[in-house]
C-alpha cells in the first residue's frame, strides 16, 4: 500500500511538480494550499508524512508544525519542511519544533524523494 503524502504549499508550480513526483514514485499525494486547508485534511484523515512549506496563507507552516506535534492523534506524522526559509534560525526553529527533516528550496528531487522514503517505510 503506497504511503499518503499531504503535500502544504500555495505555489501552484510546486504542487504540480511535487503531486507529479510523488505519484510518479508510487507514493499516493494529497493537496493543501493553505493552512487551514491542511487543518481540515488532518481532521478528515492522517496521512503518512507531510511536506509541509513555511510560508502559507491563513497559518504558518511552523503553526501546521505546533498543532501537529501537539495533538496526541497528530503527533507520530512524519513532517519534512519543504520551504524557500533556509536562514539557519528557520532552520532551527523548524527542527525544534519536531520536524523530521528541513529541506530548502530549490531541492533535489532525488534527495527529496529518498528522505520521504526513507520516513515512509513501514517495517516488515
Known amino acids: 500500500m503506497p504511503a ?3 503535500i502544504v504549499d ?3 508550480n510546486i504542487v504540480i511538480s511535487l503531486e ?3 505519484a510518479q514514485n508510487g507514493l499516493n499525494p494529497f493537496i ?3 493552512g487551514e486547508q491542511a487543518i481540515d485534511h488532518l481532521e478528515k484523515q492522517i496521512p503518512d508524512l507531510i511536506l509541509l512549506d513555511v510560508m502559507l496563507p491563513n497559518r504558518s507552516g511552523f503553526d501546521i508544525l ?3 506535534r501537539r495533538s496526541e492523534r497528530l503527533k507520530n506524522i512524519k513532517v519534512v519542511m519543504l520551504t524557500a526559509r533556509g536562514r539557519e534560525q528557520d532552520i532551527s526553529k523548524g527542527m525544534d519544533l519536531g520536524a523530521d527533516a528541513y529541506v530548502t528550496k530549490p531541492f533535489s528531487t532525488r534527495d527529496l524523494i529518498k528522505k520521504v522514503k526513507e520516513l515512509t517505510q513501514r517495517e516488515p
Open 32 to 34: 493543501a494550499r493553505s
Open 66 to 68: 505546533q498543532y501537529i
Open 20 to 22: 507529479f513526483l510523488m
Open 4 to 6: 499518503n503524502i499531504l
Open 10 to 12: 500555495d505555489e501552484p
